[in-house]
């Protein structure tokens, strides 16, 4: 029987190339970004110490989630701040005194380096998440009145657990519920959770509604359990749910 500790070292194994670049000595790390891309750091010698930093990965898988340069680099700043260390031309950076320091040096930089993305990629989609929420209460509004919306719907799956759903519209004894998704993978799986285990689509009709491009296996995952839409598509689409 192979020893575990074996498993898990030829499992990690990968971790351990190091690659010469113009940026520094190349080393990917354990810590993963929110794409689950692993975080790379970068070493390059400095007299007697070295200068370690994340190459500017933190800053390029946020932007990728979402164009914000200022919430950026708030975040990457706060994450830098947390470890004592500084940013420099969008990259997280440490300055290490001598070799003792380098592994601590280059752990606190990929661990940073992981947390600020995470940050602000939680930022970013709160935000859009935010600006869907109010865009959808406005044009529910619009089509079908004040006194047929409701916010904050409540349904209980058959766990037992209670789920929280952006909105509902009422006609007579027929209701639809509504809640805003993004492209972020922790959105995706909580609203699918939620309707699957609410069942709410078989209780009048339930939508998961976007306004930016989901990822054709995320969308196709959510279509299992809600009718996943647009914005521009959601007022008909609820009408149509309310006839039938």
């Known amino acids: 029987m192979t020893n ?14 190091c690659d010469e ?5 190349r080393f990917e790390t354990h810590c993963l970004y929110p794409s689950f891309e692993p975080v ?9 110490g070295f200068l370690v ?41 440490s300055d ?5 320091w380098l592994a601590s040096g280059i752990l606190s930089v990929a661990n940073a380096s992981a947390g600020a993305a995470l940050d602000a990629v939680s930022r970013q989609a709160k935000a859009a998440s935010d ?7 406005e044009v529910l509004i619009r089509r079908f009145t004040i006194a047929r919306v409701s916010e904050d ?14 909105f509902g519209v009422r006609d007579g ?25 609410a069942k709410v689509r078989y209780q009048g009709g339930a939508f998961a509604v976007h306004d930016l491009p989901l990822v054709p296996a995320d969308a196709n995952l959510l279509a299992q359990v809600a009718d996943v839409v647009p914005y521009v598509a959601l007022p008909a689409g609820v009408e149509r749910a309310l006839l039938h």
Not at 76 to 86: D, P, V, Y
């Open 153 to 166: 719907i409540v349904r209980t799956g058959e766990s037992g657990r209670d789920y929280h759903f952006d």
């Open 173 to 197: 004894t027929r209701s639809v519920v509504i809640d805003v998704v993004t492209p972020a993978r922790g959105s995706i799986v909580h609203k699918y959770t939620a309707f699957a285990d």
């Open 40 to 48: 790379a750091v970068y070493v390059v010698k400095i007299g007697d």
């Open 131 to 137: 600006r869907l929420h109010e865009r959808v209460r």
């Open 96 to 100: 290490i005194p001598s070799e003792a």
């Open 53 to 93: 930093h994340d190459g500017g990965g933190a800053h390029a898988c946020s932007w990728a989630h979402g164009r914000d340069e200022k919430l950026i680099s708030r975040a990457l700043a706060e994450s830098a701040g947390r470890f004592g260390l500084r940013t420099d031309n969008r990259q997280i950076v």
């Open 4 to 17: 575990l500790c074996t498993t898990v070292r030829e499992s990690l194994a990968r971790y351990e190339r």
């Open 21 to 25: 670049t113009t940026q520094g000595s």
